[in-house]
């Protein structure tokens, strides 16, 4: 009997395990599929994702990055066509493993919103909780991510773990004035 009992107990962890997996892929033809199995070599745009409940994009990441994302969420606007700039501004963030959300200034809606946090119309533009920084200067940008509490290094992730493409929210009305050189503004805090 208790033989039984410890099989049924592996069995039970093994299929609890590996449902919480799912997979999505384009075959040859083009199609998309959804499944639970890993896809076959030939498949394209293999994205493995965790479907396990509580599982998040953030449990990698070290928690003093956890903590200053909740904290100081992180967003960069940019444009198709921003150029170095606004690669440079995403690696930067990349490099230090800083959870961000890209939004593509497209259209007015988004020229808006940025022109409310900033009251400018220049590219890129990151902001970290109510602080933010135009154009790219490595030393600001660095500035004000120390400020916000995030790590000044964290683990090598690929840029979809750590970049979400939503829509721009609302920003707020007390987003502050741009940090002075490559000291974060005191009254970030």
């Not at 890993?38 to 953030?58: D, H, L, M, S």
């Not at 909740?70 to 940019?78: A, F, R």
């Not at 707020?172 to 940090?179: E, G, K, L, T």
């Given at each position: 009997m208790r033989a039984y009992v410890l099989?049924?107990?592996?069995?039970?962890?093994?299929?609890?395990?590996?449902?919480?997996?799912?997979?999505?892929?384009?075959?040859?033809?083009?199609?998309?599929?959804?499944?639970?199995?890993?896809?076959?070599?030939?498949?394209?745009g293999v994205q493995r994702k965790n479907t396990r409940p509580g599982a998040a994009a953030t449990v990698d990441l070290p928690y003093?990055?956890?903590?200053?994302?909740?904290?100081?969420?992180?967003?960069?606007?940019?444009?198709p066509d921003c150029g170095p700039a606004c690669d440079q501004a995403r690696a930067s963030l990349v490099k230090r493993a800083v959870p961000f959300r890209e939004v593509s200034v497209v259209g007015q809606k988004e020229i808006d919103e940025m022109k409310k946090v900033s009251g400018r119309e220049d590219l890129p533009l990151?902001?970290?909780?109510?602080?933010?920084?135009?154009g790219y200067q490595e030393g600001r940008i660095n500035g004000l991510l120390d400020a916000a509490g995030y790590p000044a290094a964290g683990p090598r992730l690929p840029i979809?773990?750590?970049?979400?493409?939503n829509p721009a929210p609302s920003a707020s009305p007390q987003a502050s004035q741009q940090a002075p050189d490559d000291q974060p503004n005191p009254d970030s805090k």
């Amino acid at each position: 009997m208790r033989a039984y009992v410890l099989i049924a107990a592996a069995l039970w962890i093994a299929c609890g395990d590996s449902a919480g997996q799912a997979y999505r892929w384009v075959d040859d033809a083009g199609r998309v599929h959804y499944t639970q199995t890993p896809p076959p070599p030939g498949a394209k745009g293999v994205q493995r994702k965790n479907t396990r409940p509580g599982a998040a994009a953030t449990v990698d990441l070290p928690y003093a990055t956890q903590v200053a994302a909740k904290n100081s969420p992180v967003t960069l606007y940019t444009q198709p066509d921003c150029g170095p700039a606004c690669d440079q501004a995403r690696a930067s963030l990349v490099k230090r493993a800083v959870p961000f959300r890209e939004v593509s200034v497209v259209g007015q809606k988004e020229i808006d919103e940025m022109k409310k946090v900033s009251g400018r119309e220049d590219l890129p533009l990151i902001v970290v909780g109510s602080q933010f920084q135009t154009g790219y200067q490595e030393g600001r940008i660095n500035g004000l991510l120390d400020a916000a509490g995030y790590p000044a290094a964290g683990p090598r992730l690929p840029i979809e773990a750590l970049r979400k493409t939503n829509p721009a929210p609302s920003a707020s009305p007390q987003a502050s004035q741009q940090a002075p050189d490559d000291q974060p503004n005191p009254d970030s805090k």
